[in-house]
Protein backbone atom coordinates (compact mmCIF):
# COMPACT_ATOMS: atom_id res chain seq x y z
CA UNK A 1 0.00 0.00 0.00
CA UNK A 2 1.95 3.51 -1.22
CA UNK A 3 1.36 6.40 1.40
CA UNK A 4 0.56 9.23 -0.22
CA UNK A 5 0.85 12.38 1.58
CA UNK A 6 -1.21 15.48 1.10
CA UNK A 7 0.14 19.17 1.64
CA UNK A 8 -1.63 20.26 5.09
CA UNK A 9 -0.48 24.41 5.20
CA UNK A 10 -4.05 25.08 3.85
CA UNK A 11 -7.23 24.20 1.72
CA UNK A 12 -9.40 21.34 1.96
CA UNK A 13 -6.59 18.65 3.10
CA UNK A 14 -9.35 16.10 4.82
CA UNK A 15 -11.57 15.59 1.65
CA UNK A 16 -8.11 14.34 -0.15
CA UNK A 17 -7.25 12.37 2.76
CA UNK A 18 -10.81 11.09 2.53
CA UNK A 19 -10.55 10.24 -0.78
CA UNK A 20 -6.88 8.53 -1.18
CA UNK A 21 -8.14 6.45 1.69
CA UNK A 22 -11.12 5.22 -0.63
CA UNK A 23 -8.31 4.68 -3.30
CA UNK A 24 -6.58 2.34 -0.87
CA UNK A 25 -3.81 4.68 -0.28
CA UNK A 26 -2.64 5.23 2.89
CA UNK A 27 -2.99 9.20 3.57
CA UNK A 28 -0.62 11.28 5.47
CA UNK A 29 -0.75 14.81 5.77
CA UNK A 30 2.76 16.67 5.21
CA UNK A 31 3.70 19.97 7.12
CA UNK A 32 7.36 19.21 7.62
CA UNK A 33 10.03 18.37 5.28
CA UNK A 34 10.59 15.13 7.39
CA UNK A 35 6.89 14.19 7.04
CA UNK A 36 7.94 14.79 3.10
CA UNK A 37 10.42 11.80 3.60
CA UNK A 38 7.90 9.46 4.16
CA UNK A 39 5.77 9.48 1.21
CA UNK A 40 5.56 7.83 -2.09
CA UNK A 41 3.57 11.00 -3.73
CA UNK A 42 2.04 13.78 -2.78
CA UNK A 43 -0.90 15.84 -3.14
CA UNK A 44 -1.46 19.85 -3.27
CA UNK A 45 -5.22 20.50 -2.40
CA UNK A 46 -7.08 23.05 -3.49
CA UNK A 47 -7.20 26.51 -1.78
CA UNK A 48 -5.97 29.64 -2.20
CA UNK A 49 -2.59 29.58 -4.16
CA UNK A 50 -0.72 32.43 -3.04
CA UNK A 51 -1.16 31.32 0.68
CA UNK A 52 0.04 27.89 0.06
CA UNK A 53 2.95 29.69 -1.46
CA UNK A 54 3.60 32.10 1.67
CA UNK A 55 3.23 28.89 4.09
CA UNK A 56 5.07 26.94 2.41
CA UNK A 57 7.75 29.30 2.04
CA UNK A 58 7.84 29.95 5.82
CA UNK A 59 7.69 26.34 6.56
CA UNK A 60 10.79 25.74 4.91
CA UNK A 61 8.59 23.43 2.05
CA UNK A 62 9.20 25.32 -1.03
CA UNK A 63 12.38 23.83 -1.87
CA UNK A 64 12.05 20.28 -0.45
CA UNK A 65 9.16 19.57 -2.38
CA UNK A 66 10.81 21.11 -5.32
CA UNK A 67 13.78 18.89 -5.31
CA UNK A 68 11.61 15.74 -4.51
CA UNK A 69 9.53 16.39 -7.33
CA UNK A 70 12.48 16.81 -9.91
CA UNK A 71 13.86 13.53 -8.51
CA UNK A 72 10.77 11.59 -9.07
CA UNK A 73 8.35 11.99 -7.01
CA UNK A 74 4.80 11.98 -8.27
CA UNK A 75 2.52 14.69 -7.32
CA UNK A 76 -1.12 15.81 -8.07
CA UNK A 77 -2.02 19.02 -7.73
CA UNK A 78 -5.89 20.18 -7.63
CA UNK A 79 -6.93 23.85 -8.48
CA UNK A 80 -4.71 25.63 -6.29
CA UNK A 81 -2.69 22.87 -6.23
CA UNK A 82 -2.52 22.63 -9.70
CA UNK A 83 -1.40 26.23 -10.30
CA UNK A 84 1.39 25.09 -7.47
CA UNK A 85 2.77 22.50 -9.94
CA UNK A 86 2.85 25.06 -13.34
CA UNK A 87 6.47 26.12 -14.49
CA UNK A 88 4.45 29.25 -15.53
CA UNK A 89 1.26 31.20 -14.07
CA UNK A 90 -0.83 34.31 -14.80
CA UNK A 91 -2.35 36.87 -12.58
CA UNK A 92 -0.31 35.50 -9.40
CA UNK A 93 0.03 38.24 -6.89
CA UNK A 94 3.81 40.26 -6.97
CA UNK A 95 6.50 37.33 -6.55
CA UNK A 96 4.17 34.39 -6.34
CA UNK A 97 6.17 31.35 -6.67
CA UNK A 98 5.39 27.51 -7.74
CA UNK A 99 6.81 24.44 -7.02
CA UNK A 100 6.78 23.84 -10.58
CA UNK A 101 7.14 20.54 -12.74
CA UNK A 102 4.80 20.39 -15.00
CA UNK A 103 5.71 22.49 -18.41
CA UNK A 104 2.27 24.63 -18.33
CA UNK A 105 1.02 27.84 -18.26
CA UNK A 106 -1.70 28.21 -15.69
CA UNK A 107 -4.24 31.12 -15.05
CA UNK A 108 -5.55 31.84 -11.84
CA UNK A 109 -9.59 32.70 -12.24
CA UNK A 110 -9.74 32.47 -15.10
CA UNK A 111 -13.40 31.86 -15.77
CA UNK A 112 -13.70 34.99 -14.04
CA UNK A 113 -13.93 36.26 -10.79
CA UNK A 114 -17.68 36.43 -11.23
CA UNK A 115 -18.10 32.98 -11.95
CA UNK A 116 -17.73 31.58 -8.58
CA UNK A 117 -18.54 28.26 -9.22
CA UNK A 118 -19.84 26.16 -12.05
CA UNK A 119 -20.13 21.85 -12.86
CA UNK A 120 -19.14 20.66 -16.49
CA UNK A 121 -18.71 17.28 -17.85
CA UNK A 122 -15.10 16.71 -18.06
CA UNK A 123 -14.05 13.77 -20.68
CA UNK A 124 -10.98 12.00 -18.80
CA UNK A 125 -8.38 10.31 -20.57
CA UNK A 126 -7.67 6.89 -19.03
CA UNK A 127 -10.14 6.95 -15.92
CA UNK A 128 -13.28 5.39 -18.09
CA UNK A 129 -15.62 6.01 -20.42
CA UNK A 130 -18.34 7.90 -18.30
CA UNK A 131 -17.72 11.81 -18.23
CA UNK A 132 -16.67 13.01 -14.55
CA UNK A 133 -19.08 15.43 -13.39
CA UNK A 134 -16.20 18.47 -12.16
CA UNK A 135 -16.85 20.78 -9.85
CA UNK A 136 -14.94 24.61 -10.28
CA UNK A 137 -14.82 26.74 -7.45
CA UNK A 138 -12.57 30.28 -8.58
CA UNK A 139 -10.59 27.87 -10.97
CA UNK A 140 -7.65 27.83 -12.86
CA UNK A 141 -6.98 27.35 -16.58
CA UNK A 142 -4.58 25.63 -18.32
CA UNK A 143 -3.62 28.17 -21.49
CA UNK A 144 -0.79 26.42 -23.11
CA UNK A 145 1.56 23.36 -22.36
CA UNK A 146 4.71 21.85 -23.72
CA UNK A 147 5.28 18.49 -26.12
CA UNK A 148 5.88 16.74 -22.65
CA UNK A 149 2.40 17.91 -21.22
CA UNK A 150 -0.29 15.31 -22.29
CA UNK A 151 -3.81 16.59 -22.08
CA UNK A 152 -5.61 14.44 -19.76
CA UNK A 153 -9.73 16.31 -20.32
CA UNK A 154 -11.15 20.07 -21.39
CA UNK A 155 -14.46 21.55 -19.95
CA UNK A 156 -17.38 20.86 -22.13
CA UNK A 157 -20.00 22.96 -21.50
CA UNK A 158 -20.08 25.99 -18.54
CA UNK A 159 -18.41 29.78 -19.59
CA UNK A 160 -16.33 28.65 -21.61
CA UNK A 161 -16.30 25.18 -23.08
CA UNK A 162 -13.19 23.38 -24.60
CA UNK A 163 -10.30 24.46 -21.89
CA UNK A 164 -8.12 22.56 -20.58
CA UNK A 165 -8.46 21.74 -16.77
CA UNK A 166 -6.30 18.53 -16.44
CA UNK A 167 -2.93 17.53 -18.06
CA UNK A 168 -0.12 14.38 -16.85
CA UNK A 169 3.64 14.79 -17.89
CA UNK A 170 5.42 11.78 -15.98
CA UNK A 171 4.78 11.38 -12.83
CA UNK A 172 2.87 14.36 -12.27
CA UNK A 173 -1.11 15.52 -12.74
CA UNK A 174 -3.33 17.82 -12.28
CA UNK A 175 -6.58 19.00 -12.43
CA UNK A 176 -8.67 22.70 -12.04
CA UNK A 177 -11.15 20.70 -10.29
CA UNK A 178 -12.22 19.49 -7.43
CA UNK A 179 -12.38 15.35 -7.20
CA UNK A 180 -12.15 15.30 -3.37
CA UNK A 181 -15.39 16.58 -3.51
CA UNK A 182 -17.83 14.34 -5.78
CA UNK A 183 -17.43 11.33 -3.79
CA UNK A 184 -16.27 10.43 -7.77
CA UNK A 185 -12.54 9.05 -6.63
CA UNK A 186 -11.93 8.08 -10.46
CA UNK A 187 -8.94 10.65 -10.39
CA UNK A 188 -7.47 9.54 -7.14
CA UNK A 189 -7.60 6.39 -8.05
CA UNK A 190 -5.81 7.01 -11.08
CA UNK A 191 -3.13 8.82 -8.94
CA UNK A 192 -2.61 5.93 -6.29
CA UNK A 193 -1.83 3.78 -9.22
CA UNK A 194 0.86 6.05 -10.60
CA UNK A 195 1.76 6.43 -7.32
CA UNK A 196 2.44 2.26 -7.04
CA UNK A 197 3.79 2.03 -9.99
CA UNK A 198 6.44 4.42 -9.52
CA UNK A 199 7.19 2.78 -6.10
CA UNK A 200 7.78 -0.60 -7.83
CA UNK A 201 9.62 0.77 -10.96
CA UNK A 202 12.18 2.03 -7.70
N1 LIG B 1 -8.38 30.80 -7.01
C1 LIG B 1 -7.55 29.97 -6.17
C2 LIG B 1 -6.08 30.31 -6.36
O1 LIG B 1 -5.73 31.15 -7.10
C3 LIG B 1 -7.76 28.51 -6.43
C4 LIG B 1 -9.15 28.10 -6.01
C5 LIG B 1 -9.26 26.69 -5.53
O2 LIG B 1 -8.29 26.02 -5.23
N2 LIG B 1 -10.49 26.26 -5.39
O3 LIG B 1 -5.27 29.70 -5.73
Known sequence: VPTIGVLALQGDVREHMRALEAAGARALSVRRPDELERVDGIVLPGGESTTMWRLARSFEMLEPLRKRIEAGLPAYG??????????????????????????????????????????????????????????????????????????????????????????????????AFHPELTGDYRVHHYFADLVRRATEEE
Open 78 to 175: SCAGMIMLADRIRDGVAGQETVGGIDMTVRRNAFGRQVDSFESAVELTGMGDAPYHAVFIRAPWVESVGEAVEVLGRTESGPSAGRIVAVRQGRLIAT
